[in-house]
């Protein structure tokens, strides 16, 4: 007899994790696996914030931190949202969380009814699908391509929207495509959000910093729109800080106290030797993450050329993040080496099995016809992955 509750089994287990956990386990059995299926920086943590976070253990920063984050955290990153986003928000505007994902479980709890529509670009994030359903909210799915560099026009959100629509939840620059929208995009995007005063934005920042677009916008500097617009971001992925778990929003008061309440009951103030390390990350000026940032850069460039050499994968370039999401729907129907492809979760599979390469199905991002790869490992793995993938394929 099953005792769990609905909510944990209608809840699907994350496919990036999942696929994370399956690659460790044949590891751990001896295969060659390179796995490209986790979005973490392969960098270390910098040092100037190793060392904020030894002193502030050594200034004894052991007891429980505020439920909203410390005031200093918070007047950082107001600092910082300032600094690189022209975003005026107060340290009242601002919660800090156990990471960003945290963040949007806080925004789902406290802003959506049963039956409340939210918006999602696919391909999107994918928690987002599961934290909005388990918030009660529908999540509505509209669909882009490798064509449209996965970005949804103005045109497709308005015929999306209906008197149910609460939110619209995004990332730029995005998981899993790496496509970053331009401030001109916003501003139509934002035309259409005037006629609609009640539909709130959750504009998602995390790969703000990991940009090769020499460009950056935030929605809530649109005019019309810092209002309406939660803004979430966090240093796991900028600063290589993945396993501190900080994550933070800037949102309207209201909507600011709303998640501290939650998350008062729920797990109160996040880790206070990793708010402090984060102080000394969000002050620093973004200009010393370059060397990882050139890096991805690189990275990406020689991804993006190998998979242009393999027959039957269409893909865009992508201006952001450090992952490719190649269109692989020319193989379904296919049969190699006696597999059939019936869909990307087949294709990623079969890469698995007979490739060694660990990568995830875009079912998981709301886009049956891609993979995500991540390129956040060395050129010497990426460029040995892409050449078993290719063989595989031939």
């Not at 460039?301 to 992952?323: C, M, Q, S």
């Not at 079969?350 to 490992?377: H, K, M, Q």
Request: aromatic fraction near 10%.
């Amino acid at each position: 007899m099953n005792s769990l509750s609905d909510r944990i089994n209608n809840l699907s287990t994350s496919q990036t994790l999942a696929m994370a956990a399956l690659a460790r386990e044949l590891k751990a059995q001896g295969k060659d696996i390179i796995s490209l299926s986790l979005g973490e920086p392969d960098f270390n943590t910098p040092d100037f914030i190793k060392e904020a976070a030894k002193k502030a253990i050594d200034e004894n920063y052991s007891t429980y931190s505020p439920v909203d984050g410390y005031a200093e955290l918070k007047e950082a990153i107001c600092r910082k949202f300032k600094r690189d986003n022209n975003l005026d928000y107060k340290p009242a505007n601002i919660v800090v969380s156990t990471g960003a994902k945290q963040s949007l479980y806080n925004i789902a709890q406290c802003m959506l009814n049963e039956d409340d529509e939210v918006i999602l670009p696919a391909p999107y994030w994918v928690s987002y699908y599961e934290i909005i359903k388990m918030s009660g909210g529908i999540p509505v799915e509209v669909p882009t391509s490798v064509e449209s560099d996965f970005k949804i026009t103005a045109e497709q959100l308005e015929k999306a929207i209906t008197p149910k629509t609460k939110m619209i939840w995004y990332s730029s620059p995005c998981n899993p495509s790496g496509s970053v929208y331009i401030r001109e995009e916003f501003t139509a995007i934002a035309k259409v959000l005037e006629k609609y005063p009640n539909i709130y934005v959750v504009a998602d920042e995390i790969y703000e910093h990991i940009n090769f677009s020499g460009t950056f916008c935030s929605i809530a500097s649109v005019p019309g729109m810092f209002e309406r617009t939660i803004t979430v971001n966090g240093v796991a992925k900028a600063f290589a800080m993945t396993g501190w778990r900080i994550g933070y929003i800037g949102a309207p008061e209201f909507i600011a106290k709303a998640c501290t309440k939650m998350q008062g009951q729920v797990t109160s103030g996040a880790n206070s030797i990793a708010q402090r390390a984060t102080i000394a990350a969000v002050d620093a000026d973004p200009k010393v993450l370059n060397y990882m940032v050139e890096a991805f850069h690189k990275r990406r460039d020689l991804v993006v050329g190998l998979i242009k050499a393999i027959p039957g994968l269409k893909i865009n370039v992508p201006e952001g993040a450090f992952y490719v999401f190649p269109d692989v729907s020319s193989y379904f129907g296919k049969t190699l080496r006696g597999t059939l492809i019936k869909d990307a979760t087949d294709f990623s599979m079969y890469l698995l099995a007979e490739a060694n390469v660990a990568t995830v199905t875009g079912d998981a991002f709301g886009n049956p016809d891609c993979i995500r790869f991540s390129y956040a490992t060395s050129e010497e793995l990426l460029t040995e992955a892409m050449r078993r993938i290719k063989e595989v394929l031939a």
